[in-house]
């Protein structure tokens, strides 16, 4: 723990170099630090029932944090390398189980508590520019400052987050930042390919030209939902990510449409089949074999109406047949809402948004869930279904010089895990984040 603290506080002071350089002129690295510190507290709510992966229906406050070194190099011409060594702990409310759509998109599906220390993100990326319109890219997280062409084509490899290039929604989609929601981070029906902290090993590719991106990603797969070790059957057990980027104008304001589509393949188990094996007590698990796969779809906007006031929407949808295998109980989601900055108070730098989420299930994974089955975040034994449906307001401050922000942040949670017999639940929130 001593060295990791002696290497981030080395890393800052030579990041403050990296900061004052001219932003025009090729950087050689880039060099920063976050920490987040976020805790939730859920009054008592009730419930006609409870199973073994519900939310506690007693009162409960819990605290995650995360914190990150980001380091950015350039190697040769074009080539440069990220690694982020991260420390993570702490725990969700009712150890991140009973709501599909969980209020904290900072912590992760572990069962310990305790800090640990590991490799976020280390992966090599070469990129190929032609033409001569360029962008001036600034100093930032895992990005080097300089001009960069809007035409080119790049490639990376190792491990990464997916939702570090795909579903990256102007005003939804950093819960260090944004709505603290899992449903507002990203598409909630993508099940998308990640260890139980959130990271993948795989393939990245990016063709990038003025006014759009097309983005494609090759993953492997971990062996066991919600697991951590990487199945070795490349063949059998990988997804493949594919997302088109159109960017506009509206009036002269800023507008971006994604459309995302996806197919895992793994060993997967089956709802249908797990309930035909044993109907009063079904386990998704039993029934896992080679040769299943999940597909889905997602679509996300963001639109500036004013230079201090824009909206978004998603909506996605997967088949629902197999198990979830990566993310969160999802298989259909609908998410809307707007953020508003300060300038008309005074506040330039603050902000304030405002969604709402509605989330839903395949008949299968319904069924399954009625029957008594269990998935790995959510479970009450049966179910009274009706949707999920969660509303989110925060009130982010900028607290320091744009390096401290402190957030206020409450939701609204009707029908957790989808059922109707228990709920609703308020989640009040205050998140503390630090970056340089």
Avoid: C
Avoid at 24 to 30: C, E, F, G, P, T
């Amino acid at each position: 723990m001593k060295k990791y603290l002696t290497f981030i506080i080395i890393s800052l002071l030579s990041g403050h170099y990296a900061l004052a350089q001219d932003t025009v002129k090729q950087q050689r690295y880039s060099l920063h630090f976050q920490e987040t510190t976020i805790t939730q507290d859920k009054p008592p709510f009730s419930a006609s029932y409870s199973g073994l992966n519900s939310l506690s229906t007693l009162g409960e406050t819990q605290t995650s944090i995360t914190s990150t070194l980001f380091g950015d190099a350039r190697l040769w011409k074009g080539a440069d390398i990220v690694f982020n060594p991260e420390i993570s702990g702490g725990s969700g409310l009712s150890k991140t189980t009973g709501i599909a759509a969980f209020p904290n998109g900072e912590v992760y599906r572990v069962g310990s508590t305790q800090p640990a220390i590991y490799i976020a993100r280390l992966y090599l990326r070469q990129t190929f520019e032609w033409g001569k319109e360029k962008d001036t890219i600034t100093d930032d997280q895992n990005q080097i400052a300089g001009l960069k062409s809007k035409r080119y084509f790049s490639i990376a490899a190792g491990k990464y987050a997916l939702a570090d290039f795909f579903d990256n929604n102007q005003f939804s989609h950093d819960p260090r930042m944004q709505f603290m929601n899992w449903a507002l981070m990203d598409n909630g029906a993508w099940d998308y390919a990640a260890n139980t902290r959130g990271y993948v090993l795989g393939l990245y590719t990016e063709l990038g030209q003025p006014d759009w991106t097309l983005r494609f990603s090759f993953t492997m797969v971990v062996t066991q939902a919600n697991g951590s070790v990487w199945d070795a059957k490349v063949l059998h057990a990988n997804t493949q990510n594919i997302e088109y980027e159109r960017r506009y104008t509206i009036g002269g304001q800023k507008g971006t449409v994604r459309l995302l589509g996806y197919l895992n393949n793994g060993k997967f188990g089956n709802y249908d089949q797990a309930i035909a094996q044993n109907p009063k007590a079904p386990n998704v698990d039993s029934t896992e074999a080679y040769g299943r796969h999940k597909v889905g779809f997602g679509i996300s906007a963001d639109q500036y109406l004013t230079s201090d006031f824009g909206v978004f929407a998603r909506a996605s949808w997967n088949d629902g047949h197999t198990e979830t295998w990566f993310f969160t109980e999802i298989d259909r989601s609908i998410s809307f809402g707007a953020e508003l900055k300060g300038t008309s108070w005074k506040r330039p730098d603050d902000e304030i948004g405002l969604a709402f989420i509605g989330d839903g299930l395949s008949s299968e994974h319904r069924n399954y869930l009625a029957d008594g089955g269990y998935g790995f975040i959510i479970g009450d034994g049966k179910l009274n279904y009706a949707p999920e449906m969660v509303a989110e307001i925060y009130y982010k401050i900028n607290a320091y010089q744009k390096k401290l922000w402190i957030t206020p942040d409450y939701q609204f949670i009707l029908n957790p895990a989808y059922n109707a017999s228990r709920g609703p639940v308020n989640v009040f929130s205050l998140r503390m984040h630090v970056e340089f």
